[in-house]
């Protein structure tokens, strides 16, 4: 508990969580009041008009906005996680702990598990923002927001929320386990980013084996009724036929597992020389 | 609370390769428990290698360690919680103060007693920075901080790689003094240095290591004691001319400057002809400002590392001795 309680005090102190997750919502106002600020404009017809404020329109407005911070998120969730594993090595903090009798397999475990629940934290940030954004941005462009209180919508949010957690948590532990085979943070970061964009390309020559690859499966997992790609941000490769959620949401699972038992176990057995 | 044999630490045929590379080539330490132990060696002989080792951070290929009287190896790791160490260059968050720092770490590994934190900051000198990130300090500081992060646990083992790097000198006279007191206390230190002047002051045992191997360990004042060296302290202007005069009793090879402490200049020859050397001296119009005999650790180090400078003091770089140092600066056109 005092490792755990030890990461999130860390984490919280650290500038790269608040600009992961204050971009995050900082890009999401800066679209959504765009929106709300120039649906009026000159030259947009009604098709264009429709959609755009669809983005500001509640209930509609949370899937957008939980769309948005999965999809980008992702990507961001690697990078976070690859910084922090990545940072461990690279200013020998990792030394520390096991010089001062740590268990390597709990330090790591436990620094994730902190991960884990400030992208919670963040996630939840970002959404809230978000939603505040969207009704700044309706009142600009004069959208009623009745659907604020739509109880369908509100009663499935919390599942979402909960899988899109999942998701980018299973991304941050792939960012997280690349840094730490990398033992460095700029290698980490860099491989991290080279592998969900890598996917994405792969995903035009090998469809039928990118699907199952822990980004696209992430994707999948969040996915929507009646959309194929989910968020649709990059890792997902929006020509890749998406598995089904749950079984997406399995893979995504067990991608979180393998990802996190590699770390572990690369950590356990490596010369800690730097 | 005293180990195995009375010793605190004790390797057996302790060898490490990395790669073609040999690092260790069956290392046999014995360090007794309660005093300062001096480990020496050139660069590149293995000593952070053997501190990482003690330290867990890298495996051994073969032989064993004993900390503080018991087995160590992997899956001992709570055997650390009795040992604290500063291994190479300190190592922080540079986001976090000096203080959030040692709490963070103190988290690892073995429970740290409340208060024990603002004891160290004070012990360290830390006090007025303590609220400063460590991105901003400097490398003494971040020494001290080092000191004070292996000092959390008040470890009964206290293992410290070149802790006197970037200090001023008021921190290595109290550093020197901490490590001390900590003996005083019952508690063993093992630090390895490159300024053998500050070891000198320091230990109570040394262990000098070269190429892997232990080429010498013992007590300091037995190994500087042995016979064969009388010290000579001259006009630091007068050194040059001393040793050419001194060369008259004791052949062109006998008569070396201390790089370690200006000055002084080590005469090879036994203890009975202290006298003389003050004589042949005196005789050229040059006037002796101290004198003693017995050994020079810095002589010795240089001895038994293969290290040993040519006549005129003048030492190497390149780890090769005599005749072959010579030609390797030949070789680079810097003899001249």
């Given amino acids: 508990m005092r490792l755990f309680a030890s990461g999130l005090r860390k984490l919280g102190r650290r500038l790269a969580t608040w600009v992961t997750f204050g971009l995050l919502a900082g890009l999401l106002v800066l679209i959504l009041i765009a929106v709300g600020a120039t649906s009026d404009r000159a030259g947009a017809n009604t098709a264009q008009r429709a959609a755009a404020l669809g983005l500001i329109t509640f209930p509609g407005a949370y899937d957008s906005i939980l769309s948005f911070i999965l999809g980008l998120g992702g990507l961001f969730g690697v990078v976070y996680g690859a910084a922090i594993a990545g940072s461990e090595w690279t200013w020998g903090t990792l030394k520390n702990a096991v010089a001062r009798g740590e268990s390597r397999a709990r330090y790591v475990l436990l620094s994730f598990a902190s991960i884990a ?23 600009l462009a004069n959208v009623p927001t009745s659907g604020l209180n739509d109880a369908a919508t509100l009663g499935r949010l919390p599942g979402h929320l909960l899988k899109g957690w999942l998701a980018i948590t299973e991304e941050a532990a792939l960012g997280f386990a690349i840094a730490t085979l990398a033992r460095s943070q700029l290698a980490g970061i860099g491989a991290g980013i080279a592998f969900y964009f890598g996917e994405t390309f792969a995903g035009i020559f090998l469809p039928d084996v990118v699907k199952y690859l822990p980004f696209n499966v992430a ?56 | ?15 490490k390769r990395y790669g073609s590379r040999v690092a260790l080539a069956g290392l046999d330490l014995s360090v007794p428990n309660g005093v300062v132990y001096g480990f020496l060696g050139p660069n590149g002989a293995g000593k952070t290698t053997t501190m990482r080792l003690l330290t867990g951070l890298i495996h051994a290929d073969t032989g064993s360690i004993d900390v503080l009287g018991r087995p160590f190896g992997r899956g001992d790791r709570h055997r650390l919680f009795d040992v604290g160490a500063l291994i190479e260059s300190p190592a922080f968050y540079p986001f976090l103060s000096g203080r959030q720092n040692l709490v963070e770490l103190a988290a690892n590994g073995a429970p740290v007693p409340r208060g024990r934190v603002d004891d160290l900051l004070e012990l360290t000198g830390l006090r007025e920075r303590e609220k400063d990130k460590v991105a901003g300090y400097s490398l003494g500081m971040k020494q001290r901080l080092g000191i004070a992060a292996a000092l959390l646990n008040d470890p009964r083992l206290l293992l410290l790689d070149e802790p006197s790097n970037g200090l001023d000198p008021a921190g290595i006279v109290a550093m020197r003094d901490t490590l001390r007191n900590l003996a005083d206390a019952g508690k063993t230190v093992f630090v390895s240095s490159h300024l053998l002047g500050e070891v000198q002051q320091m230990v109570d045992v040394i262990g000098i290591i070269s190429a892997g191997r232990l080429v010498r360990e013992g007590p300091i004042e037995d190994l500087l004691s042995g016979g064969g060296v009388v010290r000579v302290r001259v006009e630091r202007n007068d050194v040059e001319r001393s040793i050419g005069v001194l060369a008259g009793i004791t052949g062109p090879d006998g008569a070396t400057a201390s790089t370690a402490e200006p000055g002084w200049i080590s005469v090879r020859t036994t203890a009975d002809r202290i006298g003389e050397v003050n004589r042949v001296l005196a005789g050229a119009g040059i006037w002796a400002t101290g004198l003693e005999s017995g050994n020079d650790l810095e002589q010795l180090f240089l001895e038994l590392t293969g290290g040993q400078p040519p006549v005129g003091g003048e030492g190497t770089f390149f780890g090769v001795a005599g005749a072959e140092a010579g030609a390797a600066r030949t070789d680079r056109g810097i003899g001249a």
């Fill in chain 1, 219 to 274: 994707t999948a997992s969040v996915a929507t009724s009646g959309s194929s790609s989910g968020g649709g941000f990059g890792g997902g490769g929006a020509q890749i036929a998406a598995l089904d959620p749950s079984t997406a949401l399995i893979l995504v699972v067990a991608w979180l597992v393998g990802a996190l038992a590699v770390a572990a176990a690369f950590t356990e057995r490596a010369e800690i020389t730097g």
């Fill in chain 2, 1 to 15: 609370m005293t180990g195995t044999n009375g010793l605190a630490l004790a390797t057996r045929g302790l060898q």
């Fill in chain 1, 117 to 139: 629940v400030v992208i919670a934290l963040g996630l939840l940030f970002a959404f809230v923002t978000g939603v505040a954004a969207a009704l700044v941005a309706a009142g």
